[in-house]
Protein backbone atom coordinates (compact mmCIF):
# COMPACT_ATOMS: atom_id res chain seq x y z
CA UNK A 1 0.00 0.00 0.00
CA UNK A 2 2.80 2.74 0.49
CA UNK A 3 3.97 2.27 -2.81
CA UNK A 4 0.38 2.79 -4.28
CA UNK A 5 -1.26 5.54 -2.01
CA UNK A 6 -3.00 4.97 1.35
CA UNK A 7 -6.41 5.02 0.60
CA UNK A 8 -9.57 2.83 0.32
CA UNK A 9 -9.11 2.12 -3.13
CA UNK A 10 -5.67 0.87 -2.98
CA UNK A 11 -6.77 -1.61 0.19
CA UNK A 12 -9.03 -3.17 -2.09
CA UNK A 13 -6.99 -3.63 -4.91
CA UNK A 14 -4.19 -4.75 -2.38
CA UNK A 15 -6.78 -7.21 -0.96
CA UNK A 16 -7.88 -8.72 -4.24
CA UNK A 17 -3.84 -9.27 -5.30
CA UNK A 18 -3.52 -11.10 -2.18
CA UNK A 19 -6.80 -12.94 -2.88
CA UNK A 20 -5.92 -13.81 -6.40
CA UNK A 21 -2.69 -14.94 -5.25
CA UNK A 22 -4.35 -17.15 -2.82
CA UNK A 23 -6.30 -18.77 -5.58
CA UNK A 24 -2.82 -20.07 -8.18
CA UNK A 25 -0.91 -20.57 -5.46
CA UNK A 26 -0.77 -22.75 -2.25
CA UNK A 27 0.35 -21.83 0.97
CA UNK A 28 2.99 -24.43 0.94
CA UNK A 29 4.16 -22.99 -2.02
CA UNK A 30 3.87 -19.48 -1.27
CA UNK A 31 6.27 -20.40 1.77
CA UNK A 32 8.39 -21.97 -0.05
CA UNK A 33 8.58 -19.43 -2.68
CA UNK A 34 9.16 -16.76 0.13
CA UNK A 35 11.88 -18.90 1.90
CA UNK A 36 13.49 -19.18 -1.17
CA UNK A 37 13.19 -15.45 -2.02
CA UNK A 38 14.58 -14.31 1.71
CA UNK A 39 17.53 -17.24 1.79
CA UNK A 40 18.48 -15.90 -1.78
CA UNK A 41 19.61 -12.67 -0.57
CA UNK A 42 22.38 -14.14 1.95
CA UNK A 43 25.59 -13.49 -0.13
CA UNK A 44 28.15 -15.84 -1.51
CA UNK A 45 27.96 -19.35 -1.18
CA UNK A 46 25.75 -19.58 1.37
CA UNK A 47 22.99 -18.17 -0.54
CA UNK A 48 23.91 -19.59 -3.74
CA UNK A 49 21.72 -22.98 -2.87
CA UNK A 50 18.31 -20.63 -2.55
CA UNK A 51 19.04 -18.83 -5.64
CA UNK A 52 20.05 -21.46 -8.09
CA UNK A 53 18.60 -24.87 -7.47
CA UNK A 54 15.92 -25.83 -9.51
CA UNK A 55 12.97 -26.40 -6.92
CA UNK A 56 14.36 -22.71 -5.44
CA UNK A 57 13.77 -21.20 -9.41
CA UNK A 58 10.33 -23.47 -9.86
CA UNK A 59 9.22 -21.91 -6.80
CA UNK A 60 10.38 -18.40 -7.68
CA UNK A 61 8.88 -18.25 -11.05
CA UNK A 62 5.36 -19.52 -9.64
CA UNK A 63 5.09 -16.51 -7.16
CA UNK A 64 6.19 -14.44 -10.26
CA UNK A 65 3.29 -16.01 -12.20
CA UNK A 66 0.56 -15.31 -9.37
CA UNK A 67 2.07 -11.96 -8.39
CA UNK A 68 1.46 -10.86 -12.52
CA UNK A 69 -1.42 -12.64 -13.12
CA UNK A 70 -2.66 -10.57 -9.50
CA UNK A 71 -1.17 -7.59 -11.22
CA UNK A 72 -3.39 -7.67 -14.43
CA UNK A 73 -6.34 -8.78 -12.41
CA UNK A 74 -6.51 -5.70 -9.49
CA UNK A 75 -4.67 -3.10 -11.06
Not at 10 to 27: E, G, H, N
Not at 32 to 51: C, D, I, S, W, Y
Request: hydrophobic content about 35%.
Amino acid sequence: MKANGENRDTLQRCSCSIDVISSVVTYEHYVAAETFKQMGQVPGENGVLFRESAPAKAATTELKRAQAEADIRCF
